[in-house]
């Protein structure tokens, strides 16, 4: 009988407790972010999808088409192609797509460039009910290549 | 069993738990054979999310495999890439920098809070308490962004790489790891007295879903399961890998079996982990993180050999066997969650399906990893 009730009153206290600190957390600063309203802050190294470095003069490619990159890809999403224009020192980019659908963001296209040619870009906000959307051109970018 | 004995004395109904419920966390489809409230067979039925990664592990270089790892376990996805860089840089003869192990450790035992706390969280859901699922997450969001800002994503990391890891930490990090630890620790007795103490909590967990070391050992149970059932089995104490010899900390054990047994090592855990995070900072030595000669296409020589981590949910395994081309021969990959679940079907005989659903929550499972 007294194990009885010492229940009862251990176990409204371990609610009332319970209560008590959920209770002070209710008049605590929100750690949610009011998303669209308000955006998180991406740390320097957040893996995006790709995007092509230009050179700072000219704002052209830095790519010189060598393929590494789709090479090292494993989802095999990006197609690129290059021609050598008479008398160029290097190869010029002509395509560069990549198909974000099956892109794994796994980053090994970037590590892979020697030509320090790519980077990870930091658009989050991609999300669309049409599938060509992801078809990304990095040539031109802004245009949806569809 | 006779025709006459069976309609007489029991009537049995089926029913279908999953493949979506949300106590399955996942895919997963559980055939129940109810005998009114009593549970009589439970026949777990998996395979829905299958995505051959064993085979893909087969037909692809061993570079590109490396992003697939994550996608196993992904509630703990450093571990699955530890075990595979692991076994490939035993098969190949790489030896990694010992600031990379470091920083292996110190990331994978922040992976290993983050998966506890989560799966302390997903399992009070299980129970019906939702409100600590709150501040579970919100501990495991600052792991996330911890491990964000060095990997550079929230959930499939791909941060090491055969010899070492492929960004270096910095100050920040390591202030920010610091500060976190404090804080874990500070929020450590709130947990306690808000779920530990809880008497709904404690009239679920206690004496429910007893589990043998004996069903351990004949079904491979590993991990929490195994040391919430008095088994001081850790796979970085038993097979030491990487630095962890180096390290003092305990290995949690619990002789109950039960749910309560399994929660609390699990809670320990965290303490332990926590340790460990502090002590690899403070003997962070300097150098590089990065092996040096490591070819870009890797052709190990041909043999095998094997690789076991202790996960988050229990010893992750690769076999790898090369057969000196760019691929492997073979690729085995034992996932500690299968065989978590594998016990299931025996243990939850004659449970209440409540009861049994909060055995099935304390195995934490993480269902892509049972499939593959
Ligand atoms: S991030 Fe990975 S999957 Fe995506 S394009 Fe680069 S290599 Fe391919
Ligand atoms: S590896 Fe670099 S330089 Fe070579 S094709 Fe890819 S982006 Fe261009």
Request: aromatic residues 8%; charged residues 25%.
């Given at each position: 009988m007294w194990n009885y009730f010492k229940l009862i009153a251990t176990?409204?206290?371990?609610?009332?407790?319970?209560?008590?600190?959920?209770?002070?957390?209710?008049?605590?600063?929100?750690?949610?972010?009011?998303?669209?309203?308000?955006?998180?802050?991406?740390?320097?190294?957040?893996?995006?999808?790709?995007?092509?470095?230009?050179?700072?003069?000219?704002?052209?490619?830095?790519?010189?088409?060598?393929?590494?990159?789709?090479?090292?890809?494993?989802?095999?999403?990006?197609?690129?192609?290059?021609?050598?224009?008479?008398?160029?020192?290097?190869?010029?980019?002509?395509?560069?797509?990549?198909?974000?659908?099956?892109?794994?963001?796994?980053?090994?296209?970037?590590?892979?460039?020697?030509?320090?040619?790519?980077?990870?870009?930091?658009?989050?906000?991609?999300?669309?009910?049409?599938?060509?959307?992801y078809q990304m051109d990095l040539l031109t970018p802004g245009e949806k290549h569809s | 069993m006779s025709i006459e004995a069976k309609s007489i004395h029991r009537e049995t109904f089926v029913i279908n738990l999953g493949p979506q419920h949300p106590a399955t966390h996942g895919v997963l489809r559980i055939k129940l054979t109810m005998d009114g409230e009593y549970i009589d067979d439970a026949e777990p039925i998996i395979g829905y999310g299958h995505r051959m990664q064993e085979k893909m592990g087969e037909n692809r270089t061993y570079a590109k495999f490396l992003p697939n790892t994550a996608r196993m376990d992904y509630v703990a996805a450093l571990f699955n890439s530890q075990g595979y860089v692991g076994a490939v840089e035993r098969l190949a003869g790489i030896t990694v920098p010992e600031r990379a192990e470091y920083i292996r450790v110190i990331t994978a035992e922040l992976n290993r809070v983050a998966s506890h706390l989560l799966w302390a969280g997903a399992f009070l859901i299980d129970l019906g308490g939702f409100t600590p699922l709150l501040y579970t997450f919100d501990d495991r969001e600052q792991i996330l962004d911890l491990l964000e800002s060095v990997t550079g994503a929230r959930l499939t990391f791909c941060y090491y790489r055969f010899g070492g890891v492929c960004n270096d930490i910095d100050d920040e990090f390591v202030a920010g790891t610091r500060q976190f630890i404090s804080r874990l620790r500070s929020r450590m007795p709130m947990y306690h007295a808000l779920i530990t103490k809880n008497i709904i909590f404690r009239k679920r967990c206690e004496g429910i879903g007893p589990i043998t070391a004996d069903v351990c050992r004949r079904y491979g149970g590993t991990g929490p399961v195994l040391r919430g059932a008095g088994v001081a089995y850790d796979?970085?104490?038993?097979?030491?890998?990487?630095?962890?010899?180096?390290?003092?900390?305990?290995?949690?054990?619990?002789?109950?079996?039960?749910?309560?047994?399994?929660?609390?090592?699990?809670?320990?855990?965290?303490?332990?982990?926590?340790?460990?995070?502090?002590?690899?900072?403070?003997?962070?030595?300097?150098?590089?993180?990065?092996?040096?000669?490591?070819?870009?296409?890797?052709?190990?020589?041909?043999?095998?050999?094997?690789?076991?981590?202790?996960?988050?949910?229990?010893?992750?395994?690769?076999?790898?066997?090369?057969?000196?081309?760019?691929?492997?021969?073979?690729?085995?990959?034992?996932?500690?969650?299968?065989?978590?679940?594998?016990?299931?079907?025996?243990?939850?005989?004659?449970?209440?399906?409540?009861?049994?659903?909060?055995?099935?929550?304390?195995?934490?499972?993480?269902?892509?990893?049972?499939?593959?």
């Open positions: 176990g409204s206290w371990s609610l009332a407790v319970g209560m008590w600190i959920v209770l002070r957390h209710a008049f605590k600063r929100p750690v949610t972010v009011q998303y669209p309203y308000e955006s998180v802050r991406l740390p320097a190294r957040y893996r995006g999808h790709i995007e092509l470095k230009r050179e700072a003069a000219g704002g052209q490619p830095k790519c010189v088409a060598c393929l590494a990159c789709q090479r090292a890809c494993p989802s095999g999403c990006i197609a690129l192609d290059g021609v050598k224009p008479e008398g160029a020192p290097r190869k010029v980019l002509t395509l560069y797509t990549l198909n974000f659908t099956t892109c794994s963001l796994c980053g090994l296209c970037v590590e892979s460039c020697a030509f320090d040619a790519l980077q990870f870009s930091k658009d989050y906000n991609l999300a669309s009910v049409r599938k060509e959307d | 796979v970085r104490k038993a097979e030491p890998y990487s630095v962890y010899p180096q390290f003092d900390f305990n290995v949690p054990v619990y002789p109950e079996g039960d749910c309560m047994a399994r929660y609390r090592v699990r809670m320990d855990e965290i303490v332990e982990s926590l340790r460990i995070i502090e002590q690899a900072l403070d003997k962070l030595p300097a150098g590089p993180v990065m092996a040096e000669k490591v070819p870009r296409f890797l052709k190990p020589p041909k043999g095998e050999c094997t690789f076991t981590v202790e996960s988050a949910r229990g010893s992750f395994g690769v076999r790898a066997i090369s057969d000196g081309t760019d691929k492997a021969y073979r690729m085995k990959l034992r996932s500690p969650c299968f065989s978590n679940l594998s016990l299931f079907q025996e243990c939850s005989r004659g449970m209440l399906l409540a009861d049994a659903l909060a055995l099935l929550g304390s195995l934490d499972l993480v269902i892509p990893d049972i499939d593959r």
